[in-house]
Nanobody
Framework: QVHLVESGGGLVQTGGSLRLSCTAS????????MGWYRQGPGKGRELVAD???????KYKDSVKGRFTISRDGAKNTMYLQMTELKPEDTALYLC??????????WGQGTQVTVSS
């Protein structure tokens, strides 16, 4: 089992920045991929960015160049640095990890609201 806790969301104006954090506890040695998903109002859940255990990253096209995903193994924490935020980035952002057995774990989410 892996337990995830997100933080760092909030209300920001268009063009602003936020940094989200996701700290993992439990069976952290089993973690392979870590990623951020988001679910906007009336929308389905979508992958924003993910990072492998070797540091390979992948981004949703609309956030490339604005968002940066990273992970700190010593702190068991993953980050999402978000810049140039737009109203369409407004969503509940959820932390996800996939272990080496392909089991998935989710955090409760942190709300990001970008005002126009």
């Amino acid at each position: 089992q892996v337990h995830l806790v997100e933080s760092g969301g909030g209300l920001v104006q268009t063009g602003g920045s936020l940094r989200l954090s996701c700290t993992a506890s439990g069976n952290i040695g089993s973690i392979n991929y870590m990623g951020w998903y988001r679910q906007g109002p009336g929308k389905g859940r979508e992958l924003v960015a993910d990072i492998s255990s070797t540091g390979v990253t992948k981004y949703k096209d609309s956030v490339k160049g604005r968002f940066t995903i990273s992970r700190d193994g010593a702190k068991n924490t993953m980050y999402l640095q978000m810049t140039e935020l737009k109203p369409e980035d407004t969503a509940l952002y959820l932390c996800n990890v996939e272990d080496y057995d392909d089991d998935n774990y989710w955090g409760q989410g942190t709300q990001v609201t970008v005002s126009s």
